[in-house]
């Protein structure tokens, strides 16, 4: 993992935490719960170029497709 990586992933979990209401704590563990960590780390190269709204709707997006239940 890149030293830009860590930053990435930390305003990615704060930017989702904060369009759904939830601490970034909340927001890690569901991350981490339904794949969307490992979605950032496996496609920082393509994501790290999108706007962070982008971003935040690939995570719904995979998280769903992994059982998350957020609308």
Same mark, same amino acid.
């Given at each position: 993992?890149?030293?830009? /990586?860590?930053?990435?992933?930390?305003?990615?979990?704060?930017?989702?935490?904060?369009?759904?209401?939830?601490?970034?704590?909340?927001?890690?563990?569901?991350?981490?719960?339904?794949?969307?960590?490992?979605?950032?780390? /496996?496609?920082?190269?393509? /994501?790290?170029?999108?706007?962070?709204? /982008?971003?935040?709707?690939?995570?719904?997006?995979?998280?769903?497709?992994?059982?998350?239940?957020?609308?």
């Amino acid at each position: 993992m890149s030293k830009y /990586e860590i930053p990435f992933l930390t305003a990615a979990v704060q930017a989702f935490g904060h369009r759904f209401a939830m601490t970034r704590q909340m927001a890690f563990n569901y991350l981490h719960k339904y794949k969307g960590l490992a979605f950032l780390i /496996e496609f920082y190269d393509v /994501e790290h170029l999108q706007s962070m709204d /982008e971003t935040v709707d690939d995570l719904l997006v995979i998280c769903q497709q992994n059982g998350g239940a957020l609308v």
